[in-house]
């Protein structure tokens, strides 16, 4: 099964379109992988480098409010995907974003702002890494020597789709 979790890259913004994410000029790729290398390249935020090491070595991502808006695109998500990024925890999201996560086998955890702003304080430790259980609806964060547990709620039929490894996958083992 899918380990969902490991370090941590906190991108402090609310509105990060799929521009952003995944810049448009980029959109006629003929793979998924070919996307890879421009992961986060047109997004601006102080201190921020898409080229970085935290950005490389990132496989959870947690930001603000309305994350994924934009333009509905699945190149989005897929850049998330061939960059190992395993799930994206927000406030909230943007609707088709959200639900191409999942599609994707990726999860996308909304928590209110409270929690992400507690995840926030973690911003500044260099060993900060998350863990997240699915199946029991937790994520764990870690780092500078505390840690903290948070529960979220995914609906049983994305959870189901993200345990299976995406929409793919859950219709080969049902239809």
């Known amino acids: 099964m ?6 941590v890259l906190f991108l402090d ?4 379109n799929t ?24 997004l601006k935020l ?10 490389s070595a990132a496989r959870v991502i947690v930001s603000r409010s309305n994350f994924g808006c934009g333009s509905s695109r ?3 998500p897929w850049v998330f995907e061939v960059n190992d990024v ?16 999942f599609n994707c086998g990726m999860a996308a955890i909304e928590l209110p702002r409270e929690k992400i ?9 260099a060993d900060v890494a998350m863990s997240l259980d699915i ?16 529960s979220f709620e995914i609906s049983p039929f994305d959870r189901a789709l993200v345990l299976a490894g995406g929409w793919v996958d859950y219709a080969d083992t049902k239809y």
């Open 2 to 7: 899918k380990q969902f979790g490991g370090p």
């Open 13 to 16: 913004r609310s509105d990060i």
């Open 19 to 42: 521009d952003e994410i995944i810049p448009a000029k980029y959109l006629t790729e003929i793979t998924k992988e070919d996307l890879k290398p421009y992961i986060l390249e047109d």
């Open 46 to 55: 102080p201190g921020f480098d898409p080229k970085g090491e935290k950005t």
């Open 74 to 76: 699945e190149h989005a």
């Open 86 to 101: 395993t799930a994206v925890v927000a406030e909230s999201f943007a609707r088709i974003f959200r639900q191409n996560m």
């Open 117 to 125: 702003d507690a995840l926030f304080a973690y911003a500044g430790h």
């Open 135 to 150: 199946a029991a609806q937790s994520l764990t964060v870690s780092g500078g020597g505390k840690s903290e547990t948070f």
